[in-house]
């Protein structure tokens, strides 16, 4: 059973940026897709980026392309999310989670990801 801790939420400034990190344990990660979704207060949850596995294959949602960057560390079953020219749109709990299939080929759905980190907040405020 895997088990799935993100970190790196904080509150910064606009045009600030952040790292956020997935870690596991429990099992390797390095077999399977890994996705970021983030949820904003009143808001549904939104697939913003995922790695497959393998090739590394990467997904973007538009409103984050250009500025967010997915990569992943199999070697110490890590998977990371570079944050960039953040906005205060860009406000909400940051979740990673697995999906059982080793590649994104579609923009994330919650549905097709079976673990899931409980989350790290990320605020962007002046």
């Known amino acids: 059973q895997v088990q799935l801790v993100e970190s790196g939420g904080d509150l910064v400034q606009p045009g600030e940026s952040l790292r956020l990190s997935c870690a596991a344990s429990?099992?390797?990660?390095?077999?399977?897709?890994i996705g970021w979704f983030r949820q904003a207060p009143g808001k549904e949850r939104e697939g913003v980026s995922c790695i497959s596995s393998g090739d590394g294959s990467t997904y973007y949602a538009d409103s984050v392309k250009g500025r967010f960057t997915v990569s992943r560390d199999n070697a110490k079953n890590m998977v990371y999310l570079e944050m960039n020219s953040l906005t205060p749109e860009d406000t909400a709990i940051y979740y990673c989670?697995?999906?059982?299939?080793?590649?994104?080929?579609?923009?994330?759905?919650?549905?097709?990801?079976?673990?899931w980190g409980q989350g790290t907040q990320v605020t962007v405020s002046s």
């Open positions: 429990g099992a390797a990660l390095d077999n399977y897709a």
């Open positions: 989670a697995r999906r059982g299939y080793p590649l994104c080929d579609t923009k994330p759905y919650s549905y097709q990801y079976d673990s």
